[in-house]
Each structure stands twice: as structure tokens, then as C-alpha cells.
């Protein structure tokens, strides 16, 4: 083992000497021992140096592997060892190698001139192999990936993003543009611009995108949002649609005013609703014609009536009298309701003191009469003759 030891030994110390650019201390201590003219004592020196140094690390408590503690040790330490070792070697080996000194002590008994080629220390330091390995192999990787490194993380700051941004095509574009392949290039670079423009294009795309799809499918999208303002902005659409409606006149201005001129029967009958009072709202009607209510304008006593067309004709809603309007055989007394009529009074009182049915369902057919005046209800339309007396009898 010891000799194993040593053998590391040497083979590290002439590793340092072929390989000096990462130990430049080395070399100057090196240089300075040759010039003192003894090398192979130098050498000794040095694996001695370094042994002492860590002997000494250890010692002092200092465990730290760090490089850069002992390169500034060793070369201060090989210089004090140096001016030592000329003076006096023996002393530095006993000073240095206390555990080694049993081995050391024979070896050195035995040749003290060349105690400094033998380096006894060795032997002690076969013990710690492992820490003389450590300096000088990973001191020179170390030194070296940190210069890589920070090349490496410059690249890596564009890689991270391509390859986040597009996973396959990330990695390969940084490799592919640094291959000199044209072709390999092109499609390289316009993958990276491609890459890019995930990143970048998020951006642009609502841009670019929403040109296209506005020409043709957003504008329906983006519009039917727009259709909901469509009231205040209408103005010019109606103008629009008035002007189809007008179409006669433009009858080649395009296919797509054929279809408004169907369309020109409806604006013939404009919206003829009324501004409603407050309080004689829809909802309003609603809540005052509930269903307990009653709003026949009849004593509440009296029963559903046999209305005779003579007596609607004299309810016109004139002289003081109720509006009842015949709708599909039933009477109504719409005189509670005149206010609240979207199409107003004088529209509703065109059908009241007579049979409405036929008015009424040409103007809305689909309005629920029936529930909206249910507590309107006075009577049925009867023949003349199947008339009651109850309402001469009220008069
Ligand atoms: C027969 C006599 C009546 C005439 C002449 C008449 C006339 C009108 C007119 C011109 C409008 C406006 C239509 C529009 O431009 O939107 C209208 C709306 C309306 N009328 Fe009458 N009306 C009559 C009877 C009634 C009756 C008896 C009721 C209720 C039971 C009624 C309930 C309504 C309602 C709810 C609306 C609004 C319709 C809608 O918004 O679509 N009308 N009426």
C-alpha cells in the first residue's frame, strides 16, 4: 500500500510538472528550486509541500477541500519549504509528518541526503490518498467548467425559451444553425423564427388573426356582441334597411336587397306603440289585473251579463260610459286597460262599443287578450234577442 501510495504520489507531482498551466505556483516553485539547481529535491520538496499543507489543513481543523485555499498554500508554503529545505530538510520532514514519522524516521535514518527524493512524509500520506488525488485532478475540471459554464449559460438563456416554446424543435434549431448545412440552415432558422414567434407571436396573431376572421366567421362573432348596441348604433343600419325597403328605386344595386323588399310590408306598418305613462307599464297592467281582481265596472254582485250588440254598441267609452269590446264572444269593459294599451287609447277605443275580433287580430293576433283582461270579463255576446235586461236595469 505504501508503495502504492507513493507511487500516486509521484505520478500526481510529475502530472503537475507536465501540466503546469492550471498550477502556476507550482511551476514558479519548480523554477526557482531548478534554479537553486537541486530537482529532484524540489520535487521532493513539493510532494512534502503539499502533504504538509494538507497535514497542516487537517491539523488546523481546516477540512475544506477547497482549491483555492491551498493553491495560495501550497505556493507559500513551497517557497518558506524551499528557503527550509535548503536549510534544513530532515527538521521539515519531522515537523510535517508527525503520523509518517515512524515510517519516515526509518526512511530517513536511512538516506537523509536523499530524504527529500524519498519523501518519508509519503507513507504518512498513503493514509490520505484520497485528499492528495483530489487537488490537483479536481482543481484543473473545476477551474475549467467554470469558464465553460459561463459560455454555456449563455446559449442557454435563448435555449430555455425555444425549447419551452417548441419542445422537438427547440434543441435541434440552436444545434442546426451552427451546422454549416445551407438547407439545414434554412429550415433551421425559419424553425427558430417559428420558435420565436410562439413567443413573439402571441401578440401578433389577435392582430393578424383577427383581420382574417373579421373579413369572414369573427365578424358574425364579434358583431353579435356589436348587435346588442345595435339600437343606438342601428340609425345607419336602418337607414340601410329603409333604403333596400326603397330598393324599387335600386333594384340593381345587389341580390341581397331582393329579400327586403318582403321585408318593405312590415316597415309599412311602423311601430305605432305609445309612450306609456309611469305606472301604466305591462308589468304595471299585471299587477293590477291579478286574479282576485275585478275590473268590470259592474256592482261585484252581479254575474257575468248577456251582452246584446245594441247594448255594446252604446259602450263606446263616450258620455261617461265604459268601453266594452267584443272579442270571439266574450265582452270586455277595456276602459281599465285604455292607459296601459302599448298602441294607446284612440288605437283600442277603434274596437270598443263592438265586435273587435276581426281588428284585433289583424293588428296582434298573438297578444293573450284572454289573460290580460280576465277581470275585464263583463258577459258574453249574445243574439238580440237572448239579451238581458241587467244592464237597462243599471241604467
Ligand atoms: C281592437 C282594438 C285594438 C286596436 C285597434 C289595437 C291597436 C294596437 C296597436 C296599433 C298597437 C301597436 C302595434 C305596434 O306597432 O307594435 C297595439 C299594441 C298592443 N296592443 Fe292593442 N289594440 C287593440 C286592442 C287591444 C286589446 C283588447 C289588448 C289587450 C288585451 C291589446 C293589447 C296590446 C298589446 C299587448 C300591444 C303590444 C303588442 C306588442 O308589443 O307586440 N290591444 N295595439
Not at 449559460?153 to 444553425?177: E, H, K, M, N
Not at 330598393?247 to 341580390?255: D, E, K, Y
Amino acid at each position: 500500500m505504501g508503495v502504492i501510495g507513493i507511487s500516486l504520489i509521484v505520478a500526481s507531482v510529475v502530472w503537475v510538472i507536465f501540466r503546469p498551466p492550471p498550477w502556476l505556483t507550482p511551476l514558479q516553485v519548480l523554477l526557482r528550486w531548478r534554479s537553486t539547481g537541486s530537482t529532484a529535491g524540489a520535487i521532493a520538496d513539493a510532494d512534502s509541500g503539499v502533504g504538509d499543507t494538507k497535514a497542516k489543513a487537517r491539523h488546523q481543523g481546516s477540512h475544506h477541500g477547497e482549491e483555492p485555499g491551498r493553491r495560495a498554500e501550497p505556493g507559500t508554503q513551497s517557497q518558506n519549504r524551499t528557503t527550509s529545505a535548503s536549510s534544513s530538510d530532515p527538521d521539515q520532514h519531522r515537523r510535517q509528518v508527525p503520523l509518517g514519522r515512524r515510517d519516515a524516521s526509518s526512511a530517513s535514518s536511512k538516506q537523509e541526503p536523499a530524504a527529500a527524493s524519498m519523501p518519508p512524509p509519503p507513507p504518512p500520506f498513503v493514509v490520505q490518498p484520497p485528499a492528495i488525488i483530489d487537488p490537483p485532478t479536481i482543481t484543473e475540471p473545476d477551474e475549467q467548467t467554470t469558464p465553460k459554464a459561463t459560455p454555456a449559460s449563455l446559449p442557454s438563456i435563448p435555449v430555455p425559451s425555444f425549447s419551452l416554446d417548441d419542445v422537438p424543435l427547440g434543441p435541434t434549431p440552436s444545434r442546426a444553425a451552427a451546422a454549416p448545412s445551407p438547407a439545414a440552415g434554412g429550415p433551421t432558422l425559419s424553425a427558430a423564427a417559428a420558435s420565436l414567434g410562439p413567443m413573439m407571436m402571441p401578440p401578433p396573431p389577435p392582430a393578424g388573426r383577427m383581420p382574417p376572421p373579421a373579413g369572414r366567421m369573427p365578424p358574425p362573432s364579434g358583431r353579435l356582441p356589436s348587435l346588442a348596441q345595435f339600437p343606438a348604433a342601428n340609425s345607419a343600419q336602418r337607414a340601410r334597411g329603409p333604403t333596400p325597403n326603397r330598393g324599387p328605386p335600386a333594384p340593381s344595386s345587389s341580390l341581397g336587397l331582393a329579400p327586403p323588399p318582403t321585408h318593405s310590408s312590415r316597415p309599412s306598418k311602423p311601430n305605432r306603440k305609445v309612450l306609456l305613462t309611469p305606472g301604466h307599464s305591462p308589468l304595471d297592467w299585471a299587477r293590477i289585473s291579478g286574479p282576485n281582481a275585478d275590473l268590470r265596472g259592474v256592482e261585484s254582485s252581479t254575474s257575468y251579463l248577456r251582452v246584446t250588440p245594441s247594448m255594446l254598441k252604446r259602450m263606446t267609452g263616450r258620455k261617461g260610459k265604459d268601453a266594452w269590446m267584443a272579442l270571439n264572444g266574450k265582452v270586455y269593459n277595456v276602459t281599465p286597460y285604455a292607459d296601459f294599451h302599448p298602441g294607446g287609447v284612440p288605437e283600442l277605443m277603434r274596437g270598443a262599443g263592438r265586435d273587435a275580433t276581426k281588428l284585433y287580430g289583424e293588428i296582434h293576433p298573438w297578444v293573450n287578450y284572454e289573460t290580460m283582461l280576465a277581470a275585464c270579463l263583463v258577459g258574453l255576446l249574445v243574439e238580440e234577442s237572448e239579451g238581458s235586461n241587467e244592464l237597462d236595469q243599471m241604467d
